[in-house]
């Protein structure tokens, strides 16, 4: 063995040898110690950031379990709003209730009624800077979100910190709308959120043009208008297709506070609050800076209606009218009136300046006027002298005795029973079972004349007349020239203790006026639809027109001439009549028999309509054509209301059904023309 391969066979027992050693042979190792300023040792670091990440992911968890939370919590008040909402597939648009334009002589506006006030109006007729004025101060994302608008919500909580008052509101038009159309005006949460999902719904069903013509439609804007349209004839006497920019500036800024910026009420505040609609359209590039200067250096300014608070009396009356003269009105109409608006001025202020400079001498307190011409036509009436402060109509609804303006209801009486002007009565005390009536001074001029009596007011004299007479037949006198009251027939009615009122007693006296005729007092002329379509006025002249035009009358022959009327044939043939009629005049005829047996089939359409036709030609000779209320051209221009009904002679069930049924007096509704010739 080489000396190399014995040392190899050392090294591989050593290396061979790895038996552990006995615990007490082994050597302690020497400890380490710690250096108090070396860094914290690397795996501490780790187990540190474990913990770090660990913290974190907890906060995402429960975030995400919070965010959930949330979630959930929004779709409970959805459904909560959902549950308490119509629901949503049947909610429609309101219908906007009807409004009443009411129109004095010549087409000026007196006054508008009805829960809206104000016709409907479309944007493409307004002037473009109106519309637009409304988006800038109210909304001016409007065309931008789909109902609600969070950047507006915040924009306008942060203008109402730093500015202590917001200059622009929170609520988007269509959330406004959403109120107005369907929720209450109540201040709370649930509305708002009902607000919320309703405006929503609205985006969804109309356009962005709809919704802002329906809001520009609905909005209140004080004083009782309900509409652009409203709004305008109410604050400047013009319709909303005629505002200025300045003027549209003014009503887009009464919507945030319609009661407290009202132009008629707080001039100035409505005119600073104009200002900053101008303002934000001139921001927004709506108006150029020029136009905006402009406008702002002519500020609108509400106009005093012409009339006064008065026409609001002659309004209310003419409501009433309407009642009787159509009933319930379920469509927007237009009121054609006989008031004369600068004579109801001159009215308003006559009585005002007399109660100004003697009322408070004579201890007057109130007082009516009512003016009309001989054929009853209203041209002007004053209910009070404020209607502010009171709304009671003293000129149509008050009762008051009328004293010695009665009396010429007795003398009338008196020619009537064979007097005359130039009759002579003692003028001296008289004494009726007790009450002896005075005259005013106390004085008595003994033998008069009748025409001296009633000029001097002779108490006496109107006391003897109606014992004379009867005073049941004073009254009748009453009656029959327009008194509708409740009259006494008694001794005393010869100085007026019965009550009446002004309007009775004026039209009563447009009897003496027009030489004897008597009038019914009339407001409405004519009343039509939106539409144009004639509802009164000439609604029965249209209609019995259409007898002549081509009904049972159509044989009647009077060229050049607008005429009306109604055949008329009774049971079994026995009467046959025509009553036809034009603006000159108006002409019945009856055929029949004095024993009333039956003719053979003589109906009214035949030999009546003949007679009439050929004496009208007659008593229309030289006289100039004149239209009937309703209709123009000639009566046989005129269109028909329906497609004619084939004509009879009036034989079987054409007689039966012009005749009405049995024990009918005739086709003819006398009622009805006596309605229309009394309108007249």
Same mark, same amino acid.
């Given at each position: 063995?080489?000396?190399?391969?014995?040392?190899?066979?050392?090294?591989?027992?050593?290396?061979?040898?790895?038996?552990?050693?006995?615990?007490?042979?082994?050597?302690?190792?020497?400890?380490?110690?710690?250096? +108090?300023?070396?860094?914290?040792?690397?795996?501490?670091? $780790?187990?540190?950031?474990?913990?770090?990440?660990?913290?974190?992911?907890?906060?995402?968890? &429960?975030?995400?379990?919070?965010?959930? #939370?949330?979630?959930?919590?929004?779709?409970?008040?959805?459904? &909560?709003?959902?549950?308490?909402?119509?629901?949503?597939?049947?909610?429609?648009?309101?219908?906007?209730?009807?409004?009443?334009?009411?129109?004095?002589?010549?087409?000026?506006?007196?006054?508008?009624?009805?829960?809206?006030?104000?016709?409907e109006i479309s944007l493409r007729e307004l002037p473009d800077y109106a519309p637009k004025a409304f988006v800038a101060i109210e909304d001016r994302r409007f065309f931008a979100h789909h109902g609600i608008d969070p950047w507006g919500i915040l924009r306008a909580g942060v203008r109402d910190v730093l500015h202590r008052?917001?200059?622009?509101?929170?609520?988007?038009?269509?959330?406004?709308?959403?109120?107005?159309?369907?929720?209450?005006?109540?201040?709370?949460?649930?509305?708002?959120?009902?607000?919320?999902?309703?405006?929503? &719904?609205?985006?969804?069903?109309?356009?962005?043009?709809?919704?802002?013509?329906?809001?520009?439609?609905?909005?209140?804007?004080?004083?009782?208008?309900?509409?652009?349209?409203?709004?305008?004839?109410?604050?400047?006497?013009?319709?909303?297709?005629?505002?200025?920019?300045?003027?549209?500036?003014?009503?887009?800024?009464?919507?945030?506070?319609?009661?407290? /910026?009202?132009?008629?009420?707080?001039?100035?505040?409505?005119?600073?609050?104009?200002?900053?609609?101008?303002?934000?359209?001139?921001?927004?590039?709506?108006?150029?800076?020029?136009?905006?200067?402009?406008?702002?250096?002519?500020?609108?300014?509400?106009?005093?209606?012409?009339?006064?608070?008065?026409?609001?009396?002659?309004?209310?009356?003419?409501?009433?009218?309407?009642?009787?003269?159509?009933?319930?009105?379920?469509?927007?109409?237009?009121?054609?009136?006989?008031?004369? *608006?600068?004579?109801?001025?001159?009215?308003?202020?006559? *009585?005002?300046?007399?109660?100004?400079?003697?009322?408070?001498?004579?201890?007057? @307190?109130?007082?009516?006027?009512?003016?009309?011409?001989?054929?009853?036509?209203?041209?002007?009436?004053?209910?009070?002298?404020? %209607?502010?402060?009171?709304?009671?109509?003293?000129?149509?609804?008050?009762?008051?005795?009328?004293?010695?303006?009665?009396?010429?209801?007795?003398?009338?009486?008196?020619? +009537?029973?064979? /007097?005359?002007?130039?009759?002579?009565?003692?003028?001296?005390?008289?004494?009726?079972?007790?009450?002896?009536?005075? !005259?005013?001074?106390?004085?008595?001029?003994?033998?008069?004349? *009748?025409?001296?009596?009633?000029?001097?007011?002779? !108490?006496?004299?109107?006391?003897?007349?109606?014992?004379?007479?009867?005073?049941?037949?004073?009254?009748?006198?009453? %009656?029959?020239? @327009?008194?509708?009251?409740?009259?006494?027939?008694?001794?005393?009615?010869?100085?007026?203790?019965?009550?009446?009122?002004?309007?009775? /007693?004026?039209?009563?006296?447009?009897?003496?006026?027009?030489? =004897?005729?008597?009038?019914?007092?009339?407001?409405? +002329?004519?009343?039509?639809?939106?539409?144009?379509?004639?509802?009164?006025?000439?609604?029965?002249?249209?209609?019995?027109?259409?007898?002549?035009?081509?009904?049972?009358? $159509?044989?009647?022959?009077?060229? @050049?001439?607008?005429?009306?009327?109604?055949?008329?044939?009774?049971?079994?043939?026995?009467?046959?009549?025509?009553?036809?009629?034009?603006?000159?005049?108006?002409? =019945?005829?009856? /055929?029949? !028999?004095?024993?009333?047996?039956?003719?053979?089939?003589?109906?009214?359409?035949?030999?009546?309509?003949?007679? #009439?036709?050929?004496?009208?030609?007659?008593?229309?000779?030289?006289?100039?054509?004149?239209? *009937?209320?309703?209709?123009?051209?000639?009566?046989?221009?005129?269109?028909?209301?329906?497609?004619?009904?084939?004509?009879?002679?009036?034989?079987?069930?054409?007689?039966?059904?012009?005749?009405?049924?049995? $024990?009918?007096?005739?086709?003819?509704?006398?009622?009805?023309?006596?309605?229309?010739?009394?309108?007249?």
């Amino acid at each position: 063995m080489t000396a190399r391969q014995a040392g190899k066979k050392r090294d591989d027992a050593v290396n061979f040898d790895v038996r552990p050693r006995p615990q007490q042979d082994r050597a302690p190792a020497p400890r380490r110690q710690r250096d +108090e300023s070396a860094p914290l040792a690397r795996p501490k670091k $780790r187990k540190r950031s474990r913990k770090h990440r660990s913290g974190f992911g907890r906060l995402i968890y &429960w975030g995400a379990v919070a965010a959930a #939370w949330a979630v959930i919590a929004v779709i409970g008040v959805v459904i &909560w709003v959902g549950i308490h909402l119509p629901p949503i597939q049947s909610l429609e648009i309101p219908k906007r209730p009807p409004s009443v334009l009411i129109l004095g002589l010549g087409g000026a506006t007196l006054a508008t009624r009805g829960d809206m006030g104000g016709a409907e109006i479309s944007l493409r007729e307004l002037p473009d800077y109106a519309p637009k004025a409304f988006v800038a101060i109210e909304d001016r994302r409007f065309f931008a979100h789909h109902g609600i608008d969070p950047w507006g919500i915040l924009r306008a909580g942060v203008r109402d910190v730093l500015h202590r008052g917001a200059a622009q509101g929170g609520s988007t038009i269509t959330q406004q709308l959403a109120k107005n159309l369907f929720l209450t005006q109540e201040r709370t949460v649930s509305r708002k959120l009902q607000e919320a999902v309703l405006a929503l &719904w609205l985006e969804h069903k109309f356009s962005k043009q709809q919704i802002l013509a329906l809001y520009l439609n609905r909005v209140y804007f004080g004083s009782g208008a309900y509409g652009i349209e409203a709004a305008a004839q109410r604050y400047f006497v013009k319709p909303a297709r005629q505002l200025t920019l300045p003027e549209a500036a003014m009503l887009a800024g009464l919507v945030q506070s319609p009661s407290r /910026l009202a132009p008629s009420r707080n001039p100035d505040g409505a005119q600073r609050r104009a200002a900053l609609v101008i303002a934000a359209m001139a921001e927004q590039k709506i108006i150029s800076a020029d136009a905006a200067k402009r406008a702002l250096a002519n500020p609108a300014r509400a106009v005093k209606p012409t009339g006064g608070g008065s026409v609001n009396y002659v309004a209310d009356w003419v409501m009433d009218a309407v009642d009787d003269l159509i009933g319930r009105v379920d469509q927007d109409i237009t009121v054609e009136t006989t008031i004369d *608006l600068a004579l109801q001025t001159a009215a308003e202020q006559s *009585l005002d300046d007399a109660l100004a400079q003697k009322g408070d001498k004579l201890n007057i @307190g109130e007082g009516a006027l009512v003016a009309m011409t001989p054929d009853g036509a209203v041209r002007a009436l004053v209910g009070g002298k404020n %209607y502010a402060e009171s709304q009671f109509n003293r000129a149509i609804a008050a009762r008051r005795q009328p004293g010695s303006a009665f009396k010429p209801f007795v003398y009338l009486t008196a020619l +009537e029973h064979g /007097l005359s002007p130039d009759t002579v009565r003692d003028d001296k005390p008289i004494s009726v079972q007790g009450w002896r009536p005075e !005259n005013y001074e106390r004085e008595y001029l003994g033998p008069v004349t *009748l025409t001296q009596a009633l000029a001097n007011s002779l !108490n006496t004299v109107s006391v003897r007349l109606t014992l004379e007479v009867t005073p049941a037949a004073v009254v009748r006198t009453a %009656y029959r020239l @327009g008194i509708e009251s409740k009259l006494e027939p008694n001794a005393s009615i010869a100085l007026g203790t019965s009550e009446v009122s002004v309007r009775e /007693l004026v039209s009563a006296y447009a009897t003496f006026a027009n030489g =004897g005729l008597a009038v019914v007092p009339h407001v409405v +002329e004519r009343i039509r639809s939106a539409d144009g379509k004639t509802l009164y006025g000439g609604m029965m002249n249209t209609m019995m027109h259409e007898t002549l035009a081509s009904g049972t009358a $159509r044989r009647a022959e009077l060229p @050049g001439w607008l005429a009306a009327g109604k055949t008329g044939t009774s049971q079994d043939f026995r009467d046959a009549w025509f009553i036809g009629y034009t603006s000159h005049l108006v002409t =019945g005829i009856w /055929l029949g !028999n004095d024993d009333n047996t039956p003719t053979k089939r003589a109906v009214g359409g035949g030999v009546p309509v003949e007679i #009439w036709s050929r004496f009208m030609k007659t008593a229309h000779q030289g006289v100039t054509p004149a239209p *009937l209320p309703g209709l123009s051209g000639g009566w046989f221009s005129a269109p028909p209301l329906a497609p004619p009904a084939p004509v009879t002679d009036n034989t079987g069930a054409g007689a039966a059904a012009e005749r009405g049924g049995p $024990r009918n007096g005739g086709g003819l509704d006398f009622w009805l023309l006596d309605k229309l010739f009394g309108r007249r």
